[in-house]
């Protein structure tokens, strides 16, 4: 029995998607470090600039390969960055883990427990994603001549 890979989505469809990533990106770029900011979500302790410079890292790393991807993205190209995006992406979330850069008032509700399941759950997949490119990644260098 041969495996094929499914057919790839027409490149309009492809670069329209690229670009829509890029544009949420560099929104989210410039919403989070344009003044008031990451300042104006009342949740945010001050701490969150010990996990800003990582997570600009990873908005910008996406950034970049939509970017390029417009341009060209043969498979393996494609697999390569999303491999780095989403490492960059697990680190990020590694250390929002650790710094925690939240502060809930609502007794009510134990809104750090929530959140931190709601990390680590985001930690979880975004691991299994990162080795699911890497075994795609694999598997394109596998198959060049």
Do not use: C, K
């Amino acid at each position: 029995m041969e495996i094929h890979a499914p057919a790839r989505r027409p490149a309009v469809a492809r670069r329209t998607g690229y670009t829509i990533a890029a544009v949420i990106d560099g929104t989210l770029l410039y919403a989070i470090n344009a003044h008031p900011g990451w300042q104006a979500v009342p949740l945010l302790s001050p701490d969150t600039l010990r996990v800003l410079p990582l997570v600009n890292l990873s908005l910008i790393a996406a950034l970049i390969a939509s970017t390029i991807f417009l341009a060209h993205d043969p498979r393996w190209m494609r697999s390569a960055g999303d491999l780095a995006t989403t490492l960059i992406s697990l680190t990020a979330l590694a250390q929002i883990l650790r710094i925690f850069p939240f502060a809930f008032d609502d007794p009510t509700v134990d809104w750090a427990l929530i959140v931190r399941t709601v990390v680590i759950v985001a930690i979880a997949l975004t691991a299994i994603a990162a080795a699911v490119h890497l075994v795609t990644l694999l598997r394109h260098a596998a198959q060049r001549p």
